[in-house]
């Protein structure tokens, strides 16, 4: 049995891929990066992780399209197909790599998407999961039916009632023709409808739930339901902790610790040297962030037209507007929309004291560093330590370019890690619950559902 | 006025039309088989069909299980290469924007092959999937004339040369490209861009039936009317093809069930022994039982009144091999069938329908564009 070979050579690295589709880490300018849009390059990834032997590939998912300052956002890579579809796509020309869809709780039909994530899972013969996600304004809401209608506080509680619909929904499934699924009623707050499901279960019993909240709401929706944790904490002792508050938490849900493995999102840069490895992260980052992009950076927060600033030159002496980052919509962390006179005040200070340009400051504020730069040896000991003092079970890639900086990964990273006894030589199941060696689902996935 | 030759295209990816189809073992394969299911639709392209369907709905079919047809329709898109891939999606149970979404990612994944069969199930246990009562008739005919414009405007929302990747000016997109939609009806409002780039074909092709009220707005109207066989049939069908030609469809479909005889088995016999397990009540589309012979001549008939014809085999097993493999070329040899030509790019081409100019284009733009051609 999988699982047991797991136990015997200890821990080990499980890596996904996460494409968000969006945002600065993405490289396009470069000649050698492949489209973002055509399916071709998402053919090419997928086949090439599972060359890899990796776990799965996520796709995020947004459902507005950012902006600043009331028009569209251009200076990042954008425009995203549908996760379900295009990962449907995917499953007819791949057979082992898990296929991971970012879909939201807030603005989707529970049955509707329960569905079609059922339908996902049991095409690609047991290799979904679904990444869990809530929106946190009414600003995307406005693309639906009824936008805003959850306020934000209680956008967990919905998550959780929708999972719980939904798991209900799989486990009722029909075990084959002719069978037919058991209605479910669900009537609580924030979720109510009756519907009976159509789709069987998959080999895998069900898609496999990833979530990536790390406010309480979300470690709590976590501990309860997820089966992987998408966390945010990379650094080595942050992790460490993070992993021991959530196996705290879970216990307090009657779950194990091996009941959900911990994949914090990682970037990667690779060299043959150390000074190789750098000097490609210094580039990466100098790409991330060129002129225009810290010019429109600042502009989120000073509210304000600053296109006549020079990036290179000194930051902008005319005062940012006293509002709070209304007109910059979808591109800045939630915790960064209030307080935004402070910090604008806190980089002033910073780029006087060091005598930094408005791309150097933005360089230096913005985050989105390489989480690790090194050798593929180096690279293969730190992750062998984060996983042998259980800080971690692996890491959810977000690449920079694509496909090489994946392609390095796979050829370099991956036998580093195989010599050091902590990644796989081979698929040993065919499933994403048997890849993140998951423990097999309480219920049996073809029993039929107890009447209660 | 049609052109005389017709377009055809089936559904085949279930057991068949016929409620008893799935009770049969050959059956069960085809429907949750994602390999069957491929191999059905691969010969379906093959035999010449412009479009293959997948009927689905928010409730059970009589076999009690069914995969959802968005997903059967993206997996088959990397699968096939030149066959259109066209699947129910209801719009009183989902969401416009993620209907829109679905479509046009489709259509990107499949280079331009997506069709959208639209249908609007509001029965009580339809609607109560998300929670709500059905909708009266008005109301419903004004969601489903909603649902496709709004639909239709955020297919337009991106233009096609949106994406620039201006390396100078460090722009991906052109922002002057990308549309708010801003769209308010009685029920809901929609602001937009779609998250996704405008489908390759512009406008996924909507496929709608003329009960549903928007052959002004669909692609292909489908048309149906009760034992269209009879010379009465035949007249009722043409007199709703024509109110749909007159509505400003650009395209109208027969939609045909159809039980063919087989070697040792006359059709009607097979219905006399399908029945008591399940019995085939009339729907809104036409039906045929006979040979291949009398369906030919039929369609024959047929041509000068629809431009195509979408199949709805009884049994998949039985009668889908007949059309593929007897009817189909037979409808070719005698010059009555239109084949998708090795030339067709898109779904659209097949069809002979031209890719929509953007709402959003500037004329002034496609102006200049004409008045620099012609100094060229």
Same mark, same amino acid.
């Given at each position: 049995?999988?699982?047991?070979?797991?136990?015997?050579?200890?821990?080990?690295?499980?890596?996904?891929? /996460?494409? *968000?589709?969006?945002?600065?880490?993405?490289?396009?300018?470069?000649?050698?990066?492949?489209?973002?849009?055509?399916?071709?390059?998402?053919?090419?990834?997928?086949?090439?992780? !599972?060359?890899?032997?990796?776990?799965?590939? /996520?796709?995020?998912?947004?459902?507005?399209?950012?902006?600043?300052?009331?028009?569209?956002?251009?200076?990042?890579?954008?425009?995203?197909?549908?996760?379900?579809?295009?990962?449907?796509?995917?499953?007819?020309?791949? #057979?082992?790599?898990?296929?991971?869809?970012?879909?939201?709780?807030?603005?989707?039909?529970?049955?509707?998407?329960?569905?079609?994530?059922?339908?996902?899972?049991?095409?690609?013969?047991?290799?979904?999961?679904?990444?869990?996600?809530?929106?946190?304004?009414?600003?995307?809401?406005?693309?639906?039916?009824?936008?805003?209608?959850?306020?934000?506080?209680?956008?967990?509680?919905?998550?959780?009632?929708?999972?719980?619909?939904?798991?209900?929904?799989?486990?009722?499934?029909?075990?084959?023709?002719?069978?037919?699924?058991?209605?479910? #009623?669900?009537?609580?707050?924030?979720?109510?409808?009756?519907?009976?499901? *159509?789709?069987?279960?998959?080999?895998?019993?069900?898609?496999?739930?990833?979530?990536?909240?790390?406010?309480?709401?979300?470690?709590?929706?976590?501990?309860?339901?997820? &089966?992987?944790?998408?966390?945010?904490?990379?650094?080595?002792?942050?992790?460490?902790?993070?992993?021991?508050?959530?196996?705290?938490?879970?216990?307090?849900?009657?779950?194990?610790?091996?009941?959900?493995?911990?994949?914090?999102?990682?970037?990667?840069?690779?060299?043959?040297?150390?000074?190789?490895?750098?000097?490609?992260?210094?580039?990466?980052?100098?790409?991330?962030?060129?002129?225009?992009?810290?010019?429109?950076?600042?502009?989120?927060?000073?509210?304000?037209?600053?296109?006549?600033?020079?990036?290179?030159?000194?930051?902008?002496?005319?005062?940012?507007?006293?509002?709070?980052?209304?007109?910059?919509?979808?591109?800045?962390?939630?915790?960064?929309?209030?307080?935004?006179?402070?910090?604008?005040?806190?980089?002033?200070?910073?780029?006087?004291?060091?005598?930094?340009?408005?791309?150097?400051?933005?360089?230096?504020?913005?985050?989105?560093?390489?989480?690790?730069?090194?050798?593929?040896?180096?690279?293969?000991?730190?992750?062998?330590?984060?996983?042998?003092?259980?800080?971690?079970?692996?890491?959810?890639?977000?690449?920079?370019?694509?496909?090489?900086?994946?392609?390095?990964?796979?050829?370099?990273? +991956?036998? !580093?890690?195989? &010599?050091?006894?902590?990644?796989?030589?081979?698929?040993?199941?065919?499933?994403?619950?048997?890849?993140?060696?998951?423990?097999?689902?309480?219920?049996?996935?073809?029993?039929?559902?107890?009447?209660? | 006025?049609?052109?005389?030759?017709?377009?055809?295209? +089936?559904?085949?990816?279930?057991?068949?039309?016929?409620?008893?189809?799935?009770?049969?073992?050959?059956?069960?394969?085809?429907?949750?088989?994602?390999?069957?299911?491929?191999?059905?639709?691969?010969?379906?392209?093959?035999?010449?069909?412009?479009?293959?369907?997948?009927?689905?709905?928010?409730?059970?079919?009589?076999?009690?299980?069914?995969?959802?047809?968005?997903?059967?329709?993206?997996?088959?898109?990397?699968?096939?290469?030149?066959?259109?891939?066209?699947?129910?999606?209801?719009?009183?149970?989902?969401?416009?924007?993620?209907?829109?979404?679905?479509?046009?990612?489709?259509?990107?994944?499949?280079?331009?092959?997506?069709?959208?069969?639209?249908?609007?199930?509001?029965?009580?246990?339809?609607?109560?999937?998300?929670?709500?009562?059905?909708?009266?008739?008005?109301?419903?005919?004004?969601?489903?004339?909603?649902?496709?414009?709004?639909?239709?405007?955020?297919?337009?929302?991106?233009?096609?040369?949106?994406?620039?990747?201006?390396?100078?000016?460090?722009?991906?997109?052109?922002?002057?490209?990308?549309?708010?939609?801003?769209?308010?009806?009685?029920?809901?409002?929609?602001?937009?861009?779609?998250?996704?780039?405008?489908?390759?074909?512009?406008?996924?092709?909507?496929?709608?039936?003329?009960?549903?009220?928007?052959?002004?707005?669909?692609?292909?109207?489908?048309?149906?009317? /009760?034992?269209?066989?009879?010379?009465?049939?035949?007249?009722?069908?043409?007199?709703?093809?024509?109110?749909?030609?007159?509505?400003?469809?650009?395209?109208?479909?027969?939609?045909?069930?159809?039980?063919?005889?087989?070697?040792?088995?006359?059709?009607?016999?097979?219905?006399?022994?399908?029945?008591?397990?399940?019995?085939?009540?009339?729907?809104?589309?036409?039906?045929?039982?006979?040979?291949?012979?009398?369906?030919?001549?039929?369609?024959?008939?047929?041509?000068?009144?629809? &431009?195509?014809?979408?199949?709805?085999?009884?049994?998949?097993?039985? #009668? /889908?091999?007949?059309?593929?493999?007897?009817?189909?070329?037979?409808?070719?040899?005698?010059?009555?069938?239109?084949?998708?030509?090795?030339?067709?790019?898109?779904?659209?081409? +097949?069809?002979?329908?031209?890719?929509?100019?953007?709402?959003?284009?500037?004329?002034?733009?496609?102006?200049?564009?004409?008045?620099?051609?012609?100094?060229?």
């Amino acid at each position: 049995m999988p699982d047991h070979d797991h136990d015997d050579r200890g821990p080990q690295v499980h890596l996904g891929v /996460f494409f *968000t589709g969006v945002g600065p880490q993405l490289i396009w300018a470069d000649p050698s990066c492949a489209s973002h849009h055509e399916i071709e390059t998402f053919v090419e990834v997928t086949q090439l992780l !599972e060359r890899g032997l990796f776990d799965a590939f /996520f796709l995020g998912e947004g459902l507005r399209v950012r902006e600043n300052r009331g028009k569209v956002f251009d200076l990042d890579v954008s425009g995203r197909p549908d996760a379900i579809t295009q990962l449907a796509a995917l499953a007819a020309v791949t #057979d082992r790599i898990g296929l991971v869809a970012t879909q939201n709780a807030t603005y989707n039909y529970p049955a509707d998407l329960a569905r079609r994530l059922a339908s996902l899972d049991f095409i690609s013969g047991g290799r979904a999961g679904w990444n869990i996600v809530t929106t946190d304004n009414a600003w995307t809401g406005e693309n639906f039916r009824n936008g805003g209608w959850l306020p934000h506080e209680r956008r967990y509680e919905r998550a959780t009632q929708f999972v719980e619909a939904a798991k209900e929904l799989w486990d009722a499934g029909p075990a084959g023709i002719g069978t037919g699924g058991t209605p479910v #009623d669900v009537r609580t707050d924030l979720v109510s409808f009756r519907a009976a499901p *159509t789709v069987p279960p998959s080999p895998q019993g069900r898609p496999v739930l990833f979530q990536a909240g790390d406010s309480d709401g979300g470690r709590e929706l976590a501990a309860r339901h997820a &089966d992987v944790v998408f966390s945010r904490h990379r650094e080595h002792d942050e992790a460490l902790a993070y992993a021991g508050d959530l196996r705290s938490r879970l216990a307090r849900y009657g779950r194990q610790p091996d009941e959900v493995r911990i994949l914090p999102g990682a970037s990667v840069v690779v060299g043959d040297t150390q000074e190789e490895a750098e000097e490609k992260a210094r580039w990466v980052r100098s790409e991330q962030v060129n002129g225009p992009r810290a010019i429109t950076y600042l502009e989120q927060y000073w509210g304000r037209d600053l296109s006549a600033y020079d990036p290179d030159g000194p930051l902008p002496d005319i005062e940012p507007s006293t509002d709070e980052l209304d007109p910059s919509r979808g591109t800045i962390a939630i915790e960064r929309r209030t307080g935004k006179l402070q910090l604008i005040e806190s980089w002033r200070d910073l780029a006087a004291e060091q005598g930094l340009s408005i791309r150097q400051l933005v360089l230096e504020v913005s985050g989105g560093h390489a989480t690790f730069t090194g050798t593929p040896g180096q690279i293969a000991d730190t992750w062998a330590h984060y996983v042998r003092t259980r800080a971690v079970d692996g890491f959810n890639i977000t690449p920079h370019l694509l496909p090489s900086s994946l392609a390095d990964i796979i050829d370099k990273v +991956v036998p !580093e890690l195989q &010599d050091r006894g902590v990644y796989r030589t081979e698929y040993e199941g065919t499933t994403l619950r048997e890849h993140l060696a998951l423990p097999p689902l309480r219920r049996a996935a073809t029993a039929p559902r107890r009447a209660s | 006025m049609t052109t005389g030759r017709l377009l055809l295209a +089936v559904e085949a990816d279930g057991a068949g039309a016929h409620p008893a189809a799935w009770r049969f073992p050959d059956a069960s394969g085809t429907m949750l088989d994602p390999r069957s299911i491929k191999e059905t639709v691969t010969a379906a392209e093959w035999a010449g069909f412009a479009f293959a369907a997948f009927g689905d709905g928010p409730t059970p079919p009589p076999a009690g299980a069914r995969i959802e047809a968005g997903v059967r329709a993206a997996y088959l898109s990397q699968l096939t290469r030149c066959i259109g891939l066209a699947p129910t999606l209801h719009v009183t149970t989902t969401e416009p924007f993620h209907l829109a979404t679905q479509l046009a990612s489709l259509d990107h994944a499949s280079h331009g092959r997506a069709a959208w069969v639209l249908d609007a199930a509001n029965d009580g246990p339809a609607r109560a999937t998300i929670g709500a009562a059905p909708l009266d008739d008005a109301t419903r005919s004004q969601e489903v004339r909603d649902v496709i414009d709004v639909t239709r405007a955020l297919w337009d929302s991106w233009e096609d040369d949106a994406v620039i990747k201006d390396v100078a000016t460090g722009r991906f997109l052109d922002n002057d490209k990308v549309h708010h939609i801003r769209f308010e009806g009685p029920s809901f409002s929609v602001v937009g861009p779609l998250i996704t780039p405008r489908p390759p074909q512009g406008q996924v092709v909507i496929i709608a039936a003329d009960s549903l009220g928007v052959a002004d707005r669909a692609d292909i109207t489908l048309v149906g009317g /009760f034992s269209a066989v009879t010379g009465h049939g035949r007249q009722a069908l043409s007199r709703r093809a024509e109110r749909a030609r007159e509505a400003g469809s650009p395209l109208v479909f027969a939609e045909l069930e159809v039980a063919l005889d087989q070697p040792g088995e006359r059709a009607a016999r097979r219905l006399q022994r399908l029945n008591p397990l399940g019995f085939w009540h009339m729907t809104d589309r036409a039906r045929f039982v006979g040979s291949v012979a009398a369906l030919t001549e039929f369609l024959a008939g047929l041509a000068a009144h629809v &431009d195509g014809v979408l199949f709805y085999p009884a049994q998949t097993a039985v #009668d /889908f091999p007949i059309l593929a493999d007897n009817v189909l070329p037979a409808l070719t040899s005698s010059g009555l069938a239109r084949v998708p030509d090795p030339d067709d790019a898109t779904l659209r081409d +097949v069809l002979g329908l031209p890719r929509p100019v953007n709402r959003f284009a500037e004329p002034a733009r496609a102006t200049n564009s004409v008045r620099s051609a012609a100094s060229a």
